[in-house]
């Protein structure tokens, strides 16, 4: 993280699995928990979260907390379920300063959706991360709305950037993002669940099977994460002629595995699309 977003005040209001993988991101790209403010809804997660030295504010116990942590922010996080986002906007709307950087978290809720609930001109930027934040390895799409300045865009960037790919994409392409690194993450371990059971019925143990699975996607994983590196050179560097992975990738291309993927990922975009009509 650069000079640019490390004194802003951030407030997460809502801390569930992906607001909580993006706090943690930002943490460990070395921003001061001191500017930061979490919002939860019970005392449960209280005291796991003020363990990372940032401040806790818990909903059930003051009525107005998400405006008032928000009041104070220079940068609010929008974390809860997509349901209650334009709720949630509307709630802190009268509080928010006019430099305010609203970044919602939740998938399918559109920028207008959101905008009608918020100050006109509000800067307000469109996310849709990937868990892999929380270890440093993950990806997020930003869509900003007009009102976003071009400092305002980078300071945002640069909070993300420090756990993960970043990329500045149009609203229309949110879908697609989100079908392919938003659920991506479940289709690798889907893919490692396979493997582990294949691994079984030729009879390995279990436990090595789920190892051997565990440890063969976590090292190709690493040996992608070079943007210099092609995947489909990748695969053909081990695919040797007349070889074991050539028949097992022909295999795959008779099934049409491509085909089957590209399906599933065109149905978790057509969803997503769904769920913008049904909840915007």
């Known amino acids: 993280m650069s000079e640019l977003s490390s004194n802003l005040r951030l407030a997460f209001l809502g801390t569930g699995s992906m607001n909580g993988a993006i706090l943690r991101g930002i943490l460990a790209s070395g921003h001061d928990p001191d ?9 449960n997660r209280k005291a796991e979260l003020q363990e990372l030295g940032i401040n806790v504010v818990v909903t059930g116990e003051e009525a107005n907390a998400n405006a008032q942590v928000a009041a104070a922010a220079d940068v609010v996080f ?9 709720q949630l906007c509307a709630q802190i709307a009268s509080s928010l300063k006019n430099s305010t950087v ?19 001109n509000q800067p307000l930027i469109r996310s849709m991360p990937n868990t892999p934040l929380q270890v440093g390895a993950g990806v997020v799409g930003l869509t900003p709305a007009e009102a976003v300045s071009e400092e305002s865009l980078a300071q945002v ?12 994409i149009a609203e ?4 697609a993002l989100a079908a392919l690194s938003g659920s991506g993450p479940a289709y ?15 009879g390995l143990d279990e436990s090595v099977a789920i190892a051997l699975a565990r440890a063969t996607v976590a090292g190709a994983g690493k040996m992608l994460a070079d943007p210099q590196v092609d995947p489909a050179e990748l ?24 085909q089957i993927v590209a399906e599933g990922m065109a149905q978790a975009a057509r969803r997503a699309a769904e769920l913008s009509t049904e909840l915007g």
């Open 235 to 258: 695969r053909r560097k081990v695919t040797s002629p007349k070889g074991t992975t050539e028949q097992a990738i022909a295999a795959f291309d008779r099934a049409e595995l491509p």
């Open 35 to 43: 500017l930061i403010t979490a919002t939860i809804r019970s005392e």
């Open 157 to 168: 960037v640069d909070l993300f950037s420090g756990s993960g790919d970043v990329h500045v």
């Open 78 to 86: 929008l974390g809860v379920k997509p349901v209650g986002i334009t």
């Open 172 to 175: 229309a392409q949110q879908d």
């Open 102 to 120: 609203v970044v919602s978290v939740a998938a399918a809720i559109t920028l207008e959706s959101m905008a009608a609930k918020l100050p006109a």
């Open 188 to 202: 690798v371990f889907y893919l490692a669940e396979a493997m582990a059971k294949a691994g079984v019925q030729m």
